[in-house]
């Protein structure tokens, strides 16, 4: 952030002000209207979404089959036409457990015994397990059929220019939480996801804003961690990157992958 205490050279003031301007003519961005093509600044033109996804695919790769540790836990995830396996192996109460969620359904073990569940244990244990690996995708995981995005405008973010795009769900192919509704800003320069923020119902709802680090190419798919930010409930997702540049958003925790590899 831009620090107007400071003393700087002239030369340096007039890189401030062609900054600014920059800023100027993009930051509406981040207060987000609706944008097919447009032009921003001198001769820079703003791709439909889908043109510009294909830019973000090429830069984060492609889903493949991964195995990597969470707070301690094994997870992994398949891919095979259109089918899917996730699962997760963890130590409790001295109790190896295995969670396995396809696309038939969920089922738990306890050291090599099938547990019976309720429904109620089946969506809550599922929707843990998803949403861990569903976050490890992204944004890879836009590809599903049930997410709808639509291109916004730019926006500055530590002065560089990001492009934006919001993401709703069907309720039919969306899951349990097909009412989240998902911000992705996307570096111009990389086209990779820097930034993502989204707002959720569940649990008494909440708003999340988060901050990629760590990014590095596996195999042939980008992972990424990220600093997990809490911001006030109902706070338009729009106006997070202004807040997260005035150190204004609560820092709840880091998201780490860790031992990431290739699944055989």
Sequence with gaps: MINFLTHRSNQEDMRIIIGLTLA?????????????EKTV???????????????????????????????????????NEGNYIYSKSSNKS????????????FVRYADGARLILSKEEEAKYAE??????????????????AANKTKLDDCIINESVYATIS??????????????????????????????????????GGVRFRSAFNSRMIGKMRFQDYLNYEAPIGKPLAELPLLFEKDSLKL???????SVEPIP
Excluded at 24 to 36: E, Q, R
Excluded at 181 to 192: G, L, R
């Design 24 to 36: 100027l003519s993009v930051f509406s961005a981040c207060n987000s209207g609706i944008n097919g």
């Design 167 to 204: 993401v709703h769900f069907d309720e039919e192919g969306g899951g349990t939480d097909f009412d989240d509704v998902f911000y992705y800003w996307i570096n111009q320069n990389t086209n990779q996801v820097d930034f993502i923020a989204y707002k959720y119902s569940t649990n008494g």
């Design 41 to 79: 600044g001198n001769n820079h033109t703003v791709e439909p979404v889908d043109s510009l996804l294909d830019s973000v695919y090429h830069a984060h790769g492609e889903l493949g089959n991964y195995r990597f540790v969470f707070r301690g836990d094994q997870y992994s995830f398949q891919f």
């Design 128 to 145: 843990s397990l998803n949403s861990v690996i569903y976050f490890v995708c992204l944004p890879l995981k836009l590809k599903d059929p």
């Design 252 to 258: 709840l925790s880091e998201i780490i992958t860790e």
């Design 94 to 105: 001295g109790k190896l457990l295995r969670d396995t969620l396809t696309n038939n359904g």
